[in-house]
């Protein structure tokens, strides 16, 4: 009920972007979305989705080109082969499932230097306006403060994001740190999300200086430059979304992509079923990247005692 009214919440906030039209249109599309299916749920989605383009088109285009001077590098001697990871809190303040995430992240960093990103350490690679600063934990969340940060490392400095929550259980493959691009791409015929699973902006490499990154992070960060309220929970994924429309490079790198990490949300899924050694073999056969949380309610045994996999993470991990 709480998470419903936080919704509700936010979809009243949205005519301040969409006007009052704009508003009613999005709630109708809503209303619609949850009884349709086939095709006419994807028409649904990908009118949904272009209420999002359409206003980044009108508002935030004709910054695309203009490199964002709100942010700007404190390091010249960092490239483009490290990791970056963000727990602002601090290492110390990691909760159970995101500490086991960063220590394997270490163990199969393959050589490079992971760097974890905390309110301690962020002046020393980042300096950000006070416009934007002054919003952090106000309009502007933790998590969209997040995506500020990761947007603005990746495209000028380049490197290997990595969400806290990344359980990584083999080294991580070279070839990643030797390309222009990369993200997980997933073989899945949705469009629910706007990503379509071409890309997860929880794990994106980027080489130094690119000018796909710095497109993307001009238009997130001009709109927060002109906004004290979210538009939208995904608005980082909106913004590849116009890049990729828009910049030929991008699409072609994104078609090139292999699907990778076939399993990715298996475990999150079923973090609360009884630990199967069968399924995990099956996972971790095609996927070594594997997104979890720490958040709801995590059991380590199921309600006749056996063991879950939540439960199995924590013991062997």
Known sequence: MIERLRYLKRMF?????????????????QCKIQNATGTELWN????QH??????????LKQHRMMDYTGCRAVKNDIDDQNIWVCWLQGESAMPKVV???YNNLKKNANGHKVILITWNNLNDYLSVSPTIM?????????????????????SIYGGLWVDATFLITTPLDESIFESRFFSIKNNVHSNALVCKYRWAVNFVYASKNSDIMKHIRNLF?????????????LLIDYCFEYEAINNRIFTQLLEDMP?????????????NDAFDPQKWSEWLSNTNLFKLTYKGKLKSKTSDGQITNYGYLLHNF
């Open 134 to 154: 002054n919003k952090v934990g106000k309009g502007l969340s933790l998590i969209a403060y997040s995506d500020f940060i990761r947007l603005n490392l990746l």
């Open 13 to 29: 906030h949205s005519h301040s972007f969409f006007g009052w039209k704009g508003y009613f249109h999005l709630v109708d599309l």
């Open 44 to 47: 649904l989605y990908e009118e």
């Open 99 to 101: 500490r086991i995430c």
């Open 259 to 271: 699907f990778t990490n076939e399993h990715s949300h298996d475990i999150r899924i079923h973090f």
């Open 50 to 59: 272009k209420i999002m383009y359409d206003y980044i088109d009108r508002n």
């Open 221 to 233: 960060c001009a709109f927060w430059e002109q906004n004290k309220r979210s538009i939208n929970y």
